[in-house]
């Protein structure tokens, strides 16, 4: 039995008590070759009676010295765009605000003002930006009730599956397959995957 002694890993083989939590993520950080002596400032400790990581805060990292250049020129080069004027162009040539249709039984309000809305709402929630921000930014005239309401009405998981198919398809039939390959269809089955067939 002996060979089998051997195959077992060093912290099997030590004889002693059972530990603690902690005592055997330290040995198991040992085992990965991880060194306490080595790890500049990370500690394994305990944290409600769990294993923890404790990682020291790093200094603040000096700039590199060709970044700003680099942003000016970029920014001389294209300038600066809205990502709300690239997502209202975006619709523009797909249509996909046509994609989300409203829960109710009957629609309101004109084509225009709701698709304004609807493009703020999807803006709102693709930036994780929130209506309510979206409203205090101003200068558009549309109350956070408007756009609540857009978003309970018109905003729906199978809607929005809807329209991301709808702006891939559009995209991959406008690419140049002579540097891109064949444009295949996409279809939407999941909250944050699109399949291409």
């Not at 040992?30 to 409600?48: C, L, N």
């Not at 690239?86 to 409203?102: E, M, N, P, W």
């Amino acid at each position: 039995m002996q060979p089998v002694l051997e195959a077992l890993p060093e912290r099997a083989a030590r004889a002693g008590p059972p530990r603690d939590r902690h005592e055997q993520a330290e040995d198991d950080a040992r085992d990965r070759g991880v060194h306490p002596a080595g790890m500049a400032g990370v500690r394994i400790t305990t944290r409600r009676g769990d294993p923890w990581i404790s990682v020291p805060q790093i200094g603040k990292v000096t700039e590199a010295p060709n970044l700003a250049a680099l942003k000016t020129e970029i920014e001389r080069r294209w300038g600066t765009l809205s990502l709300l004027d690239v997502f209202k162009d975006a619709d523009h040539l797909t249509a996909l605000t046509d994609q989300l249709a409203t829960v109710a039984s009957r629609e309101a309000s004109p084509r225009a003002v709701l698709r304004r809305r609807l493009l703020r709402v999807l803006f709102a929630l693709g930036t994780n930006m929130g209506i309510k921000r979206i409203v205090s930014t101003g200068g558009h005239g549309e109350s956070e009730a408007a756009l609540r309401h857009v978003r309970r009405m018109y905003v729906s998981r199978d809607s929005l599956r809807r329209a991301i198919a709808t702006l891939v398809n559009v995209t991959f039939a406008a690419r140049d397959a002579a540097w891109w390959g064949q444009a295949r269809r996409a279809r939407a089955i999941r909250r944050s995957s699109v399949v291409v067939l």
